[in-house]
C-alpha cells in the first residue's frame, strides 16, 4: 500500500513521515483511517441527495430547487460547449460532476473539526479514526485511475480502437512515430500528474496548518483554515475541469 502521509507534532518538535494509520484489517485488506473518511463521505454525500430530491417537482416550487437548477443547467451547458455536443455532454456530465463534488466533499469534510482529534493511543501515540482523505495517495490515485480510464475509453467510443491506438502507434513517418511516442507517455503521465496534484496540495496545506497550530496556536490559523477552504474547492474544480478537456482531446479527430 502506498501510504498516507501521518503529520504530528509531539513535544520535542514536529515530525513527518510516511505511514498509514492502519485501524485493522479485512481479510488482510488494511482498513486506514482515510479510507474511512472516504466511507463517511460518500454516507454523506448520499444522506445529502436523497434529501435533496426528497420533494422535486417539475415546476420549481422553492428558491433552494431553483439555484440547483441553474448550477447544474449552468455546468451541462458549459461542458456542451466544450465538447461541443450536447449527447457527449450528457454522457460524461454524471462522472465529471460526481468527480468534483467527490474530491470537494473529501478536501471539506478533512478540515472539519475533530478530524484527526479522536482516536485510539497506542505506546503513547494517537491512532485517528479519520484522516484528510486526500493526504493518502492510494486515494487520489484511485481517483486518477477513475479519470484516466474515462478519458481513454471516450476516445475509444467516439473515434474506434484502431483510429484511436493510431494516434499513439503511426508508422507513417518517422516524425509521426516519434509524435506518437510522445503522445503516449503524455497519457501515461497523467495518472501520475493527477494524484501527486491533488496529493501534493492537500497534504501542504494539512502540514501547513500543523506546523502553525503548533507555533501560533490561537490566531494565524482561522485564517488559514479559510484559506485551506478555498483550496480544496480549487483542487476539486481543476481536477475535474482537467478531466474534462482531456475528454476533448481524446475525441478530437487524428491529425
Do not use: C
Not at 7 to 32: C, M, N, Q, R
Not at 64 to 86: R, T, W
Not at 103 to 128: E, I, K, Q
Not at 240 to 246: D, G, H, I, N, Y
Request: glycine share 8%; proline share 5%.
Amino acid at each position: 500500500m502506498l501510504g498516507l502521509v501521518e503529520t504530528a507534532h509531539a513535544a520535542e518538535g514536529i515530525s513527518v513521515k510516511l505511514a498509514p494509520y492502519v485501524l485493522g484489517d479485512f481479510y488482510g485488506v488494511p482498513i486506514t483511517a482515510t479510507l474511512v473518511t472516504t466511507w463517511l463521505t460518500m454516507g454523506l454525500l448520499m444522506v445529502l441527495v436523497l434529501a435533496g430530491t426528497r420533494r422535486l417537482t417539475l415546476v420549481p416550487a422553492g428558491k433552494l430547487q431553483q439555484v440547483f437548477e441553474v448550477v447544474v443547467g449552468g455546468v451541462y451547458d458549459y461542458m456542451a460547449d466544450v465538447l461541443e455536443s450536447k449527447s457527449m455532454a450528457r454522457t460524461y456530465f454524471p462522472v465529471v460532476t460526481t468527480i468534483f463534488l467527490f474530491v470537494l466533499s473529501l478536501n471539506w469534510v478533512g478540515l472539519l473539526p475533530g478530524v484527526t482529534a479522536f482516536g485510539t493511543y497506542h505506546d503513547g501515540h494517537l491512532t485517528p479514526w479519520l484522516y484528510p482523505a486526500a493526504t493518502d495517495l492510494n486515494i487520489t490515485l484511485a481517483f486518477a485511475i477513475v479519470a484516466f480510464l474515462t478519458i481513454e475509453m471516450a476516445g475509444v467510443v467516439a473515434l474506434g480502437t484502431f483510429r484511436y491506438i493510431g494516434k499513439f502507434i503511426n508508422f507513417h513517418s518517422p516524425l509521426g512515430f516519434v509524435i506518437g511516442l510522445i503522445e503516449l507517455i503524455s497519457e501515461v503521465a497523467r495518472l501520475i500528474s493527477f494524484s501527486f496534484r491533488l496529493f501534493g496540495n492537500i497534504f501542504a496545506g494539512k502540514t501547513l496548518l500543523v506546523v502553525v497550530m503548533f507555533f501560533v496556536p490561537y490566531v494565524i490559523p482561522v485564517p488559514l483554515l479559510a484559506f485551506e477552504v478555498f483550496v480544496g474547492f480549487i483542487q476539486a474544480f481543476i481536477f475535474s475541469v482537467l478531466t474534462l478537456f482531456f475528454i476533448k482531446l481524446a475525441v478530437a479527430e487524428p491529425h
